[in-house]
């Protein structure tokens, strides 16, 4: 795996023979670095400038692809043009088109149980966070430390257990774990989104495992894993964290500008 960075005149002679750019980029870990309360994880306006600036070239589709839901997405950012996919996939707004995968949608009394059971055993835990993302549960457990990150991690599981009957399953994040159905996953949801587009190149970019099925999927375009370590990953290309991002999304937006003048 190549340092994206260290590759720029490879992927400018590939990026020249595509008339459009599809960029697919994560939010939290990649757009944004990790925060211990997700709602603290706010973009800065440079990063907002830059995405109005993307989303309003016609050379590039910009896409947001997150864990988060769509409505949390439009509220930190509210730009034009942009595309969402929420929840892993599992709600989209693409080019005008909206989707929800239906299974999800039935799911969601089994989601609402395990959300009860959850609420009761970790309201007064100190550093635990659970939130309802209503086709999807997250528990966010950033603040604790060694042995009581275990147990909490622990009781999560267990009472997940007692409710799922094979149709949910479990990603195991960054400090986080959520509960999401299973079936359907962001690789899923870029290659449904894709089939509107022609002569278009794909840049995917994101740090967490949900991305990986993105990187399995996308095999004809440009994928980038945001890590500071050299883990496994199915992505072709690395960036080391959210500083790297940026400087290469502005690299791109001049490279285009290039190219049309």
Same mark, same amino acid.
């Given at each position: 795996?190549?340092?994206?960075?260290? *590759?720029? %005149?490879?992927?400018?002679?590939? !990026?020249?023979?595509?008339?459009? &750019?599809?960029?697919?980029?994560?939010?939290?870990?990649?757009?944004?670095?990790?925060?211990?309360?997700?709602?603290?994880?706010?973009?800065?306006?440079? /990063?907002?400038?830059?995405?109005?600036?993307?989303? $309003?070239?016609?050379?590039?589709? #910009?896409?947001?692809?997150?864990?988060?839901?769509?409505?949390?997405?439009?509220?930190?950012?509210?730009? %034009?043009?942009?595309?969402?996919?929420?929840?892993?996939?599992?709600? &989209?707004?693409?080019?005008?088109?909206?989707? #929800?995968? @239906?299974?999800?949608?039935?799911?969601? =009394?089994? +989601?609402?149980? &395990?959300? @009860?059971?959850?609420?009761?055993?970790?309201?007064?835990?100190?550093?635990?966070?659970?939130?309802?993302? +209503?086709?999807?549960?997250?528990?966010?457990?950033?603040?604790?430390?060694? @042995?009581?990150?275990?147990? +909490?991690?622990?009781?999560?599981?267990? !009472?997940?257990?007692?409710?799922?009957?094979?149709? /949910? @399953? &479990? !990603? $195991?994040?960054?400090?986080?774990?959520?509960?999401?159905?299973?079936?359907?996953?962001?690789?899923?949801? #870029?290659?449904?989104?894709?089939?509107?587009? *022609?002569?278009?190149? =794909?840049?995917?970019?994101?740090?967490?495992?949900?991305?990986?099925?993105?990187?399995?999927?996308?095999?004809?375009?440009?994928?980038?894993? +945001? *890590? %500071?370590?050299?883990?496994?990953?199915?992505?072709?290309?690395?960036?080391?964290?959210?500083?790297?991002?940026?400087?290469? /999304? %502005?690299?791109?937006?001049? #490279?285009?500008?290039?190219?049309?003048?």
């Amino acid at each position: 795996m190549k340092h994206l960075l260290d *590759s720029l %005149n490879k992927i400018r002679e590939i !990026i020249d023979k595509f008339d459009q &750019i599809a960029l697919f980029l994560d939010y939290d870990g990649t757009l944004v670095p990790f925060k211990d309360r997700p709602e603290y994880a706010t973009p800065p306006q440079a /990063l907002i400038k830059l995405l109005r600036t993307l989303a $309003d070239a016609p050379q590039f589709v #910009v896409s947001i692809v997150s864990g988060r839901p769509i409505a949390d997405l439009k509220k930190m950012l509210p730009i %034009n043009g942009l595309s969402f996919f929420g929840l892993h996939g599992l709600e &989209i707004e693409f080019l005008g088109k909206t989707f #929800v995968w @239906e299974k999800a949608t039935d799911l969601k =009394p089994i +989601v609402r149980k &395990i959300k @009860e059971k959850l609420v009761a055993r970790f309201s007064e835990e100190e550093g635990v966070l659970i939130e309802d993302k +209503v086709l999807t549960l997250t528990l966010h457990y950033r603040m604790l430390k060694g @042995e009581k990150a275990e147990y +909490v991690k622990h009781d999560f599981l267990q !009472i997940v257990s007692q409710e799922n009957n094979g149709e /949910l @399953e &479990i !990603i $195991d994040g960054a400090k986080v774990l959520e509960v999401r159905p299973r079936g359907w996953h962001k690789g899923k949801a #870029v290659q449904l989104a894709l089939k509107d587009l *022609s002569n278009v190149l =794909p840049f995917y970019i994101g740090d967490d495992t949900t991305d990986e099925d993105a990187f399995r999927t996308i095999d004809n375009g440009i994928t980038v894993r +945001v *890590s %500071n370590s050299r883990e496994r990953t199915h992505a072709k290309f690395y960036l080391r964290n959210t500083d790297e991002v940026i400087t290469f /999304l %502005n690299w791109l937006l001049e #490279v285009k500008d290039e190219a049309q003048s």
